[in-house]
């Protein structure tokens, strides 16, 4: 029998079928992602050495994560999470077909080539929101840590797998093999996805409409002081760090005897640092809390960055970029644990899309914006300049928005009660009244609560407005007001309620005076529809 130690070890999750299905799964997908990348970007550099071209292979895989990760997200969150993940894998290996077609029949460009690597990235960006979404249900939340970490090793274990793999079958049959093997693979994955037994439970109040859930999901995300400090640590990073990921393929290529091999060799290199690094976060996260962690990441990115600036020896470039994957890891798991803790299951998927988003949106305007230094310079100023400004960046984020360390509880609470009339109105804005007698010494102390937090709290569950009415004529009254989408929207946020919204409504019921509790009152916005 496992002891508490073993349930808290790092492949604790390992041991559950169902994680380890679906993880080996994501490894497959993983591998097939690296094998399209490497095979992508050493097609670039023999189809033109101009590095504007070469980077813009990262901002095209990277970019559709950033448009589309908001609607992808609203769909997981609403759609039936395998048949979704299932579609996202076939979507991956017809794309992989079009482009070994194309290699096979010469008809392969610059444009062209990324145009389909741009239609790689939809599929990456329909699956990442809905598997993030995934993992929490399937591991104990103790373990999530450690399940956001093997998933992180799943990255680095194919970012060793997918370019050995590839550059092997690029020297010995061609790059169109490359992408047919991709196919074969995101065809293997989607039958694993397929043996998956998971129940979909469909919400009694119907499917959201798409705008509402993006719209949702962003109130929620940028009302989160927490939610926001992560999603501006995780841009500063990978705007910088994927400096060295986009001109990799020209620093191989500028090495002493550099060629595919060296490329193979310094993505392996970085792939076993990221891997190595998992196996001590567990201590790392016990011994320093978030920030501390991040900046040290930061740091050690930095200096991996610098070290591969001025050199074009490969015994400096390997231990440089080992070191640059420990950091990638340790900082996107710290931050990608403390989102994750973050988000109620209701919103989960369109939160990590907005996080999925923050780390592509951020790649894809970082890797243009250094090709095109690189350009302007060259690679090793480049990536120094990466280098200083991504710690600098970093030190900033930590001045002006640290890590408060206190975060609502979010175990869903169901002690609100549901309210019930004769005949729900179809349509229309609904318009919540909560009215509340305040001691008039205490109402800027009052007032201060329900602007801050109060507020948010209404505006996370999906209210279009707020405001908060102060009697004139009676200073000790006040009306909270906030306006709902619909009485079906209405009735929703009564399924998205907390333990940290209850602890809030008791902090609000301190202030209020008399036995009856806050008089509730909801109208319905009329409207008026003329004909002619």
């Not at 290529?253 to 993505?267: D, E, P, V, Y």
């Not at 309210?419 to 349509?427: E, F, G, N, R, V």
């Not at 006040?478 to 008791?506: I, K």
Request: net charge positive; aromatic share 8%; charged share 15%.
């Amino acid at each position: 029998m496992p002891t508490p130690d073993d349930s808290l070890s790092p492949i604790a999750p390992l041991r559950l079928p169902v994680f380890r299905m679906l993880w080996t799964t994501w490894l497959m997908a993983n591998i097939c992602m690296w094998m399209n990348d490497v095979a992508a970007a050493w097609m670039m550099t023999s189809l033109t050495t101009k590095p504007i071209w070469v980077a813009l292979v990262q901002t095209a895989s990277t970019l559709p994560v950033f448009l589309l990760g908001l609607p992808s997200g609203a769909l997981a969150d609403s759609l039936d999470r395998k048949r979704y993940f299932l579609f996202t894998q076939l979507w991956v290996a017809l794309v992989a077909l079009v482009l070994s077609a194309v290699i096979f029949m010469g008809a392969v460009t610059p444009p062209v080539l990324l145009a389909l690597i741009f239609a790689n990235g939809v599929g990456l960006a329909l699956r990442w929101p809905v598997f993030s979404a995934i993992v929490p249900e399937l591991v104990p939340r103790a373990q999530l840590p450690a399940a956001l970490a093997l998933n992180g090793v799943s990255m680095n274990a194919s970012r060793i797998i997918g370019p050995l793999v590839a550059g092997a079958l690029i020297a010995s049959a061609g790059s169109a093999w490359v992408f047919v093997l991709n196919a074969v693979i995101s065809l293997a994955a989607a039958v694993i996805v397929s043996r998956w037994k998971r129940e979909h439970k469909p919400n009694p109040l119907g499917r959201e409409p798409l705008g509402t859930a993006m719209r949702v999901g962003w109130q929620y995300v940028t009302q989160s002081y927490l939610l926001k400090g992560v999603l501006l640590r995780i841009s500063i990073f990978f705007f910088h760090s994927t400096a060295m990921l986009a001109l990799l393929a020209l620093v191989a290529r500028n090495m002493q005897g550099g060629g595919a091999g060296t490329f193979t060799l310094l993505l392996a290199s970085m792939g076993a640092g990221a891997i190595t690094a998992t196996f001590f976060l567990p201590r790392l996260r016990h011994r320093y809390v978030r920030d501390a962690l991040v900046l040290r990441g930061a740091g050690l990115q930095a200096v991996s960055m610098a070290a591969l600036a001025f050199t074009d020896h490969i015994w400096v470039a390997v231990p440089a970029l080992f070191f640059g994957g420990a950091a990638w890891i340790t900082t996107a798991n710290t931050l990608s644990v403390s989102i994750q803790m973050g988000l109620p299951d209701w919103v989960r998927a369109r939160g990590m899309s907005i996080y999925q988003m923050s780390i592509m949106g951020a790649s894809a305007l970082g890797a243009a914006i250094w090709g095109q230094i690189a350009t302007w310079t060259n690679v090793p100023i480049t990536l120094g300049i990466a280098s200083v400004s991504g710690m600098i960046a970093m030190l900033l984020a930590h001045r002006f928005m640290p890590d408060v360390g206190v975060h609502d509880d979010i175990t869903p609470n169901r002690l609100f009660r549901v309210p019930a009339i004769d005949t729900p109105p179809a349509h229309g804005h609904v318009t919540v009244m909560i009215e509340y007698i305040v001691d008039p010494a205490r109402a800027d102390e009052f007032r201060d609560l329900m602007l801050s937090e109060g507020r948010r709290s209404r505006m996370r569950h999906g209210a279009l407005s707020w405001e908060l009415l102060h009697d004139i004529s009676a200073p000790g009254r006040f009306v909270e007001m906030y306006v709902d989408e619909s009485w079906t929207e209405h009735l929703r946020r009564f399924d998205r309620l907390t333990a940290g919204d209850a602890a809030l409504r008791d902090r609000k019921l301190t202030f209020h005076l008399g036995e009856a509790p806050p008089r509730v009152t909801r109208c319905l916005m009329e409207t008026t529809v003329r004909t002619h």
